[in-house]
């Protein structure tokens, strides 16, 4: 069974760092581009970043763009998501996925989905 689960949110202030860890497990981890997406209240699901399994290239989402950083630990089969000067409008749950390709991220098309962890900022 694939398992992804994500870890690290809670309550941030405003102008703080989240600071969020997703570990697989069940499938060959390397082979799989991993992506972060996040749903706020009452709006769409948005993609955050992605990292790719083929040359560890990354692709981050317009509202985190210069605020976020995404790295992967293939020996751990975890990745790594820092958003930093978080906003009121970050709020939302974070939910990491597997998928073949930069392109599965970009149409939302992941083959496997975390449960997802709750970040709230306050403002």
């Known amino acids: 069974e694939v398992q992804l689960v994500e870890s690290g949110g809670g309550l941030v202030q405003a102008g703080g760092s989240l600071n969020l860890s997703c570990v697989a497990s069940?499938?060959?981890?390397?082979?799989?581009?991993i992506g972060w997406f996040r749903q706020g209240p009452g709006k769409k699901r948005e993609g955050v970043a992605c990292?790719?399994?083929?040359?560890?290239?990354?692709v981050y989402g317009d509202s985190v763009q210069g605020r976020a950083t995404m790295t992967r630990d293939n020996a751990k089969n975890a990745v790594f998501l820092q958003v930093n000067n978080l906003q009121p409008e970050d709020t939302a749950i974070y939910y990491c996925?597997?998928?073949?390709?930069?392109?599965?991220?970009?149409?939302?098309?992941?083959?496997?989905w975390g449960k997802g962890t709750l970040v709230t900022v306050s403002s």
């Open positions: 996925a597997a998928g073949s390709w930069v392109y599965n991220w970009y149409q939302h098309n992941m083959d496997y």
């Open positions: 069940g499938l060959t981890f390397d082979d799989y581009t």
């Open positions: 990292i790719s399994s083929v040359d560890g290239r990354t």
